[in-house]
């Protein structure tokens, strides 16, 4: 038989039964006209995977990537397919608890302005607004590594880079690459 419990144990579930009790019978609808705001237009490609392998090809997954990144840099650009390769069928990314290998970007503010939070503390903001942008990045055909990749980026944000104006701005924009992890699980 099992212990009892004290009784302030019980006064406690039940003040907290009631106040959720009330909360739930008083809560306010939601603002009229109030939707979620979306990321905006995204388009269906397909990545190939650094990690995982199908015997000696690239395991292929299917995403999505936001159709405002696509035009700075384009799915060919970022080693994505547009279609399905032949005699693959890709598992979709979400789910598979694979982080796909991505670049990050945003554009720099000519001059950089200081901001005050609501704390009293203050940083510096170097970047202009909705310009934070990130891509699936791989190779969209043969046998590829993490060297190969860095050169692609290199291609694209390094000094003579061929989005690196349109992308970054005239100074103070960053570019980053992030490379895939998965779990063991995923890989066999």
């Given at each position: 038989?099992?212990?009892?419990?004290?009784?302030?144990?019980?006064?406690?579930?039940?003040?907290?039964?009631?106040?959720?009790?009330?909360?739930?019978?008083?809560?306010?609808?939601?603002?009229?006209?109030?939707?979620?705001?979306?990321?905006?237009?995204?388009?269906?490609?397909?990545?190939?995977?650094?990690?995982?392998?199908?015997?000696?090809?690239?395991?292929?997954?299917?995403?999505?990537?936001?159709?405002?990144?696509?035009?700075?840099?384009?799915?060919?650009?970022?080693?994505?397919?547009?279609?399905?390769?032949?005699?693959?069928?890709?598992?979709?990314?979400?789910?598979?608890?694979?982080?796909?290998?991505?670049?990050?970007?945003?554009?720099?503010?000519?001059?950089?302005?200081?901001?005050?939070?609501?704390?009293?503390?203050?940083?510096?903001?170097?970047?202009?607004?909705?310009?934070?942008?990130?891509?699936?990045?791989?190779?969209?055909?043969?046998?590829?590594?993490?060297?190969?990749?860095?050169?692609?980026?290199?291609?694209?944000?390094?000094?003579?880079?061929?989005?690196?104006?349109?992308?970054?701005g005239a100074q103070n924009g960053r570019a980053h690459i992030t490379f895939e992890r998965a779990p063991f699980s995923a890989q066999t």
């Amino acid at each position: 038989m099992g212990r009892a419990r004290p009784a302030w144990y019980y006064e406690r579930q039940a003040r907290e039964a009631q106040a959720r009790q009330t909360f739930l019978a008083n809560r306010e609808p939601p603002a009229p006209g109030g939707t979620i705001e979306s990321r905006g237009a995204s388009t269906d490609v397909f990545y190939r995977s650094l990690l995982i392998r199908d015997g000696t090809e690239a395991r292929v997954f299917k995403t999505q990537a936001r159709a405002e990144a696509l035009t700075i840099v384009s799915a060919a650009q970022a080693g994505l397919l547009t279609a399905a390769p032949a005699n693959t069928t890709p598992q979709p990314i979400r789910g598979s608890g694979v982080k796909p290998t991505r670049i990050h970007w945003y554009r720099g503010a000519a001059t950089p302005t200081r901001e005050r939070s609501a704390w009293n503390t203050s940083w510096s903001k170097y970047y202009q607004e909705g310009t934070h942008a990130s891509l699936p990045f791989s190779r969209a055909t043969g046998v590829f590594h993490a060297a190969d990749l860095v050169d692609a980026f290199n291609g694209l944000f390094g000094a003579s880079g061929s989005v690196r104006a349109q992308a970054l701005g005239a100074q103070n924009g960053r570019a980053h690459i992030t490379f895939e992890r998965a779990p063991f699980s995923a890989q066999t």
